[in-house]
């Protein structure tokens, strides 16, 4: 726990960091930041997040648009509680970090990855935002 804000630490990791995590960021901040400040990256950083990724948490009432992808080895050295991954290629290249820190899988799929109109793929990420609420922050809020 950090204890200049009295909170703990969670660091979201995924490839690109522009959907899946920023979303996932979103939600703990949002819902359970009163007990966790959550931080994404990813292990290969993409441009930006995703306009669909910041439409779906946007309609939930979550702002997460002055979100920007980042790249893991900046914030291996940071204090984290808890590391989790949330997409199969970033739990196979997740770096050793340099102090223990617990880690846990919580795989969910690539929403960029949706095919179709724009309502389709829409439907995409709002399936994945709140599969993410329904199954990673249960996870994150028992620690």
Known sequence: ???????????????????????????????????????SAGTRPAGAVHPLAVRAMAEIGVDISAGSPKQVDSLL???????????DSAKESCPLFPRPVEQIHVSFPDPAEAEGNDEERMSVFRAVRDDIRARLLPEVERR
């Open 1 to 39: 726990m950090s204890p200049r804000e009295g909170k703990h630490r969670v660091l979201i990791l995924c490839t690109g960091n522009s959907c899946r995590s920023q979303m996932a960021e979103g939600w703990i901040n949002h819902l359970l930041g009163d007990r966790w400040e959550a931080r």
């Open 77 to 87: 050295d940071q204090p984290w509680d808890l590391v989790v991954t949330v997409c």
